[in-house]
């Protein structure tokens, strides 16, 4: 169509070098480079999506597994909530006790993605430290499960005496728990062990708490001086010594305690991973849509830019 425009004009043909047409027809060097960007930035977008996809379906596969072990954990824990109850009712629940000897029993999660349970139980161990330290007082750390173990031997190494782990790595019932209330009594001296662990509300709430079990002298004093429970009210069959049966009735105390406590803090643990799940879920829809709408527009820029430099390398031979 040019050269038949050229001949009517009575204008002379220039033969064009084909070495010269391939250098206007194709994209000069910056250009390349810059179309180069255009297509990696589009790749690397894609990767990005590609990923925030994968870590949305583990996101959601974590909150049905921690929904379905909450449920077969959930009604344990509200059963052994009528365990420690009576002893409350008998002995009270007074940690506004003084005593010398404090041995603070934090129970925590061994796994982490669950919101801030363990950090809260370790926040709360660290002030019953400060509070019941002094000059004349001793203050020891006894660490169930792996994040709080962590925490608190950055700066408090020296000051615990006993750390356990995998308490959830098998099915928990009472039997384990008491076996392992044993071993913390045949390791530590105390007057008031203070158990601390999250008390399972609902999926988005638990409250941090604190069970105070005293030794049985300090039972056997405070109960003389009326602070706790009047034990004489009770009558008392067998042949045993009241100091043997404060000694069996505190050692079952801590056993039943012990088991609410991990059982509670079980269900905390797996409600606070629903919620972080949940979110997390969610979050990553949200990148993924942003995700998507920045590839579209990084695409159709780079489409118009390209059919632009069509129409104008096609005007260019025109012309």
């Known amino acids: 169509m040019a050269m038949a425009a050229l001949r009517r004009e009575g204008r002379r043909f220039v033969v064009v070098s084909p070495n010269l047409l391939r250098s206007s027809l194709l994209p000069s060097e910056q250009e390349q480079v810059s179309l180069g960007v255009r297509s990696i ?5 894609r990767n990005r999506m590609k990923s925030v996809k994968n870590i949305q379906k ?7 597994v921690a929904a379905s072990k909450l449920r077969a954990i959930q009604v344990r824990a509200e059963n052994s909530r009528g365990l420690w109850q009576p002893f409350t009712a008998l002995l009270g629940d007074t940690p506004s006790v003084d005593v010398k000897k404090n041995v603070i029993v934090t129970v925590s999660a061994d796994k982490g993605l669950c919101g801030g349970i363990n ?10 430290f400060k509070l019941n330290s002094g000059a004349e007082k ?13 925490q608190l031997i950055r700066d408090s190494k020296q000051h615990i ?7 959830q790595k098998n099915f928990l019932n ?3 728990v008491s076996a392992l209330a044993d071993e913390i009594l ?3 001296e105390y007057d008031a062990l203070r158990i601390v662990f999250n008390k399972f509300q609902s999926v988005v709430s638990f409250l941090p708490t604190t069970a105070t079990i005293f030794s049985p002298e300090i039972v056997e004093r405070e109960s003389e001086a009326g602070k706790l429970g009047d034990l004489d009210l009770y009558e008392v069959e067998g ?3 009241k100091s043997e049966i404060l000694q069996n009735l505190t050692e079952f105390q801590f056993s039943c305690v012990m088991f609410n406590a991990v059982l509670e803090n079980a269900c905390s643990e797996q409600g606070a991973r629903m919620s972080a799940m949940d979110s997390s879920s969610r979050n990553a829809g949200e990148m993924l849509d942003r995700l998507t709408l920045t590839y579209n527009r990084t695409r159709q820029a780079s489409i118009t830019t390209e059919l632009t430099e069509i129409i104008s390398g096609a005007s260019a031979l025109e012309g």
Do not use: F, H
């Open 119 to 128: 950090s809260t139980s370790v926040k709360i161990s660290r002030a019953l």
């Open 138 to 150: 001793e203050s020891k750390y006894v660490v169930l499960g792996e994040k709080a173990k962590a």
């Open 58 to 64: 583990i996101t959601k596969a974590m909150k049905m």
């Open 239 to 241: 042949g045993e010594t």
């Open 186 to 188: 045949k390791n530590v």
């Open 161 to 167: 005496d006993l750390t356990m782990t995998e308490l």
């Open 41 to 45: 930035s589009t790749q690397i977008v």
């Open 174 to 176: 009472y039997t384990q």
